[in-house]
């Protein structure tokens, strides 16, 4: 099964792109970096150079000995089996994280060698350039591949009303034949999530438990990298916050609190544990913002957040909640206080805007899930996993500050009335447009 994910057309307009440097891919493990990757070199190039730190460990002397792309060029030749040429050849390093002399020699393919196509990739790629070790500084370009969007799923488990989505150009009803198919198809995308394994045993077999074993494996893959990649002293420390990511969502508050990892834990004791899990690309996390103004920034609380997992599937899967769910009415929306609902909200706009959204409170009163900023307008944001859409929160916010737009998710149709904007939960991958619809 052929998924075409939209980082293609991002990959494309790199490689024409004449002010090109060598590519950095970013991506949790599992996402499929490879296969994107090796696609397109079958696509776009005469032949694919793909060589694996972690898997030919022998590599990593062709960087150790020299600084010459050629001379590098030529070690991974022999590699190769046949030679690699500039402009018709697609260099992969995959894992490049392994070897940071191959990190630090970008900069001179980008200076001596610039003929050459080269994207280096990894799942650790994050943590390891959050360690200030000699890196090429403004040498190379970045991309970010995520788990598939709903969008992205729906293209291939039901093309025509995927191009009928992409077809709207203004803010209408969609008729109830393919609102209630779309619901429907969002559930079972709530089931696999957007991992590509988990994805194509969906919606090619349609074996539920396979869909499962797959998930099951992710999440057992990710507890090995802790045990392989990190101190001693942090491995427990990053499974016990691992462990308790679907209890801190299913919260009525769900503010990240360290006595729900274990009793009596500290903040300083965990910090560097969450970190790794945020560079690592496995959660989100999102900072309380103390007041909505420009720069957003400012005005952030780093004391208070909350935190999300980089897939709504997988986090189905931790929170143990069965498949059989999907026959249960809206119960995969509303279960845990709305927490799946929430978690895929919000993974579902990461790839879309450049920074993470922020959350507000007003004491006791109101609490509303997301404030995100685009261009420079603030936009509070409000997820509903049912079509009870009576808004408190939304509500205090707007007589406080008179957004001139508000966003609310839920099941209820598409609507704009008065500077509120309703988003069907399946239309979330296409906010960014709709916004621009309007302010058009």
């Avoid at 009928?164 to 034949?177: F, N, R, V």
């Amino acid at each position: 099964m052929k998924i075409q994910r939209d980082l293609y057309r991002k990959l494309l307009f790199w490689k024409n792109s004449p002010t090109r440097k060598p590519l950095l891919l970013q991506g949790a493990r599992q996402v499929g970096k490879t296969w994107i990757l090796k696609n397109f070199g079958e696509n776009e190039f005469e032949s694919i150079a793909y060589f694996n730190f972690e898997e030919q460990i022998g590599i990593k002397q062709f960087f150790e000995m020299t600084k010459d792309p050629e001379r590098i060029i030529e070690g991974l030749s022999l590699v190769n089996g046949k030679p690699i040429f500039a402009k018709k050849t697609l260099i992969i390093l995959d894992e490049i994280q392994e070897c940071n002399e191959a990190l630090n020699a970008l900069k001179y393919f980008k200076e001596k060698a610039p003929g050459y196509t080269i994207i280096g990739s990894g799942s650790l790629l994050g943590i390891t350039l959050s360690r200030g070790r000699s890196f090429p500084v403004g040498q190379v370009d970045f991309l970010t591949l995520y788990p598939l969007t709903f969008s992205e799923f729906l293209s291939v488990a039901e093309p025509k009303l995927s191009a009928y989505i992409e077809s709207l150009d203004k803010i209408e009803q969609i008729p109830d034949i393919f609102f209630n198919h779309l619901i429907e198809k969002l559930k079972v995308y709530f089931i696999s999530g957007g991992m590509p394994e988990a994805v194509v045993s969906m919606l090619g077999s349609g074996d539920i438990e396979l869909v499962e074993s797959r998930l099951l494996n992710i999440i057992n893959a990710y507890k090995l990298d802790f045990s392989k990649h990190i101190d001693k002293n942090d491995i427990s420390r990053i499974t016990y916050i691992w462990d308790s990511l679907a209890s801190q969502l299913a919260k009525e508050n769900k503010k990240f609190l360290y006595r729900t990892v274990r009793q009596g834990a500290r903040a300083r004791e965990y910090e560097h544990a969450l970190q790794w899990l945020r560079q690592a690309g496995l959660i989100y996390q999102v900072f309380r913002l103390n007041k909505p103004s420009l720069p957003l920034t400012a005005y952030q609380d780093l004391s208070a957040f909350k935190i999300y997992l980089l897939d709504v599937g997988l986090l189905r899967r931790m929170a143990n909640l069965f498949p059989t769910a999907i026959y249960e009415g809206n119960r995969l929306f509303t279960e845990f206080k709305g927490a799946m609902s929430g978690n895929f909200i919000l993974q579902s706009l990461s790839p879309q805007f450049e920074v993470l959204p922020y959350y507000w409170t007003s004491g006791n009163k109101a609490e509303l899930d997301f404030i995100l900023q685009y261009q420079n307008e603030i936009i509070p944001i409000e997820v509903k996993s049912d079509t009870n859409i009576r808004s408190k929160s939304l509500t205090v916010y707007s007589n406080q500050y008179s957004p001139p737009l508000k966003i609310r998710y839920s099941l209820k149709n598409f609507e704009y009335n008065n500077g509120l904007l309703n988003i069907p939960l399946f239309l979330v991958d296409h906010t960014k447009r709709i916004i621009d619809l309007i302010n058009s």
